[in-house]
Antibody, heavy 123, light 108 residues
């Protein structure tokens, strides 16, 4: 059973960089056919896909966040990480790490999610 | 704003059938997956691909698609099905994942 666990500060000051790490157990970030993803959900609002990384290091980001987002992977620690720069109150959200399985060129689904971690942007 | 549109809320009587829809141009080319989210919990995958259910998901959940609209149907809704439901697929470019706006299902 694959498990994902987010970790990082729960409070970040405006204009600073939000940094989170996702530790994967029961599976390997080096496995093919998976996109290791970050997704967020502002309080009381819907889900927003932030981006994903493949084990090779190739990335894909939400165009609306692309200028501020960096996702990286550390295969030796079986972890992947999110950095979001120049944060504002609008970045306050529950941040989820997740595994997306993709296949056939036109299909994917997110089969495992972390429990989520609330990050508040406030001075 | 999301490229996948869902009705904000629907209600269904206990034991009856409810259909939740997700509309977007990209759905003509890409499959949709569906997620159930209860308050304070992470989303859970309920339907993916043509009409596949992960292990442990009741068979009252089913999926279908036609043109630019994907649907999730709950046949014989139970009290525990009360939750928010989100669709997920690709955006119109096909290059990025995108979530629908979400539908709150109330079981009466």
């Amino acid at each position: 059973q694959v498990q994902l666990q987010e970790s990082g500060p729960g409070l970040v000051k405006p204009s600073e960089t939000l940094s989170l790490t996702c530790t994967v157990s029961g599976g390997s970030v080096s496995s093919g056919s998976y996109h290791w993803s970050w997704i967020r959900q502002p309080p009381g609002k819907g889900l927003e896909w932030i981006g994903y990384i493949y084990y090779s290091g190739s990335t894909n980001y939400n165009p609306s966040l692309k200028s501020r987002v960096t996702i990286s992977v550390d295969t030796s620690k079986n972890q992947f990480s999110l950095k979001l720069s120049s944060v504002t109150a609008a970045d306050t959200a529950v941040y989820y790490c997740a595994r997306a399985e993709y296949y056939g060129g036109n299909s994917h689904h997110i089969d495992y999610w972390g429990q989520g971690t609330l990050v508040t942007v406030s001075s | 704003s999301s490229e996948l549109t869902q009705d904000p809320a629907v209600s269904v009587a206990l034991g009856q059938t409810v259909r939740i829809t997700c509309q977007g141009d990209s759905l003509r080319s890409y499959y949709t997956s569906w997620y159930q989210q209860k308050p304070g919990q992470a989303p859970v995958l309920v339907i993916y691909g043509e009409n596949n259910r992960p292990s442990g998901i009741p068979d009252r959940f089913s999926g279908s698609s036609s043109g630019n609209t994907a649907s999730l149907t709950i046949t014989g809704a139970q009290a525990e099905d009360e939750a928010d439901y989100y669709c997920n697929s690709r955006d119109s470019s096909g290059n990025h994942y995108v979530f629908g706006t979400g539908t709150k299902v109330t079981v009466l």
